[in-house]
């Protein structure tokens, strides 16, 4: 009885979270990561203006316009992985601070690149902070409750649409009176907003758990409680490792002695957790089957994503022939670039009402397997010619799926993760998945120039049916589940 009064008397981080609910702190870190997504948004959707604008304004070619934007992507690459360590050893907020001190001095420093090779060099520093805004990502998640934790992500990353709108009008607005140079400072301005606020952003109390200071992490909770008006469990806080994890440790006695044993965990855990310990973990027992799984739908979700911009664009246009179809992608016409990009992006937010309504009543596999499948459906009519208004119909309804997959996807992935590290998996599996959209040109433009418009159509039916069936195959569903 004495056993279970003392094991009565301590709570975790997941209790604490689901006890206080989502409240007023919860929306003031809402706001804080979401402007960070609307910074990587601007940063992204900028490349879709500045590109032609500095080819007719250094008389760059057509590969050297490309090259900006491949540039961007391959720092990015980098800094997934990157961002991902840094989180995990040194915190979240060392993470977030990174991409924006990155992104937003560097962005800036490229509005007044002298000659097309420091406008690369820049770029790429600039995709090296771009890759690790992932991890604002993850500090949100790390602070909602598991009842509606789903939702609240995709409600997160409803940001980034609204920063490809706001990205819109803003080159829209300073692009024909200012210029490229002025579009990139202005750009840059949410990193700089992110700055301003960083010295009243809490560490994420999971995080600090993972690192054995519980102390720190009931300072957060606490704080927590009287902004959401609320009162923590009684007892002490806990750091209770996922069952799911703890294969290596043997019995469960010896899990339960660890767990009680709070003082051994916090030293073996500050001791331990590296960058070098967290990529270990990918490879755990429980952990690599999810992790390859993760990185063919992350590839799968990339590759279809940027493959039905480029069949948007091509079919979208009352185009009917094949011919200078790369032409066409890479030079649009400059009066209809800003309304395209509108259009498109405002395709995105049924994708992520679909998501918000389906992610915490089916599931996560459920919900993403369904919208690949659909997607996969809504594609496949596109193989043969059909009126300019059905192909928009299905082009926007396929928009639709990729995008409700995408936000499922962001939400499933922390969740499989612990958080030792958490960001390190995010990180390396968003990495590999940007393969998915350097490869995605390639074979889609590819095989419309060569006017195989069925085959362009079959090969992203077939990597979204792989996908869809793939899903079925995740070991676990986190839905309402706690997360470490």
């Given at each position: 009885m004495a056993a279970e009064g003392e094991a009565s008397m301590h709570y975790t981080t997941d209790d604490a979270l689901s006890l206080l609910?989502?409240?007023?702190?919860?929306?003031?870190?809402?706001?804080?990561?979401?402007?960070?997504?609307v910074a990587e948004a601007f940063e992204i959707m900028l490349l879709s203006f500045v590109g032609p604008a500095v080819e007719a304004d250094w008389g760059i070619s057509g590969a050297e316009q490309g090259l900006i934007s491949s540039a961007v992507f391959a720092g990015m690459l980098i800094g997934s992985i990157a961002g991902g360590l840094i989180a995990d050893r040194y915190g979240r907020r060392t993470g977030f601070l990174f991409t924006a001190v990155v992104t937003g001095i560097f962005g800036l420093l490229s509005a007044f690149s002298p000659n097309y090779t420091s406008l690369l060099t820049l770029r790429f520093v600039v995709g090296l902070g771009l890759g690790a805004g992932h991890v604002l990502s993850t500090w949100f998640i790390e602070f909602v409750p598991a009842?509606?934790?789903?939702?609240?992500?995709?409600?997160?990353?409803v940001c980034w649409t609204v920063g490809t709108i706001l990205e819109a009008l803003l080159a829209w607005a300073v692009m024909p009176v200012l210029g490229?140079?002025?579009?990139?400072?202005?750009?840059?301005?949410?990193?700089f907003g992110l700055l301003i606020f960083f010295p009243l952003t809490p560490e994420s109390p999971r995080y600090l758990c993972s690192r054995g200071r519980t102390m720190d992490a009931t300072v957060i909770l606490e704080r927590i409680a009287r902004m959401n008006k609320g009162t923590l469990p009684p007892g002490v806080l806990t750091y209770r490792p996922e069952n799911h994890v703890d294969n290596n440790l043997g019995t469960p006695e010896t899990a339960l002695l660890i767990v009680e044993d709070n003082a051994g965990i916090e030293e073996d855990i500050s001791s331990k957790s590296s960058g070098i310990v967290a990529f270990q973990a990918l490879w755990s027992y429980d952990l690599i089957r999810s992790t390859f799984l993760l990185w063919f739908i992350y590839l799968a979700n990339y590759f279809t994503y940027y493959g039905v911009i480029l069949l948007t664009s091509e079919l979208s246009n009352g185009r009917r022939t094949c011919a200078s179809v790369r032409t066409h992608l890479?030079?649009?016409?400059?009066?209809?670039?800003?309304?395209?990009?509108?259009?498109?992006?405002l395709a995105e937010f049924p994708g992520l009402l679909l998501a918000a309504l389906l992610v915490d009543r089916i599931g996560r596999k459920r919900s993403m397997g369904g919208?690949?499948?659909?997607?996969?459906?809504?594609?496949?009519?596109?193989?043969?010619?059909?009126?300019?208004g059905l192909v928009t119909t299905l082009l926007f309804c396929a928009r639709t799926c990729i995008m409700g997959s995408f936000a499922v996807l962001y939400v499933y992935t922390p969740e499989l993760y612990p958080a030792s590290s958490r960001n390190t998996g995010v990180g390396i599996t968003s990495s590999l998945g940007r393969i998915g959209s350097i490869v995605s040109p390639l074979v889609i433009v590819g095989l419309l120039e060569s006017c195989r418009r069925k085959e362009a159509v079959f090969v992203l039916d077939l990597v979204l049916f792989l996908a869809g069936v793939t899903c079925a195959l995740f070991p676990r569903e986190t839905k309402g589940c706690q997360i470490q």
């Open positions: 609910g989502f409240g007023r702190f919860q929306t003031l870190v809402l706001a804080y990561s979401g402007l960070g997504w009842a509606k934790r789903g939702t609240w992500m995709v409600v997160f990353h490229w140079r002025w579009l990139l400072a202005l750009s840059s301005a949410p990193c890479m030079q649009p016409n400059t009066g209809n670039l800003y309304r395209e990009v509108l259009v498109t992006s919208m690949l499948l659909m997607c996969g459906a809504f594609l496949a009519p596109l193989s043969v010619q059909l009126g300019e």
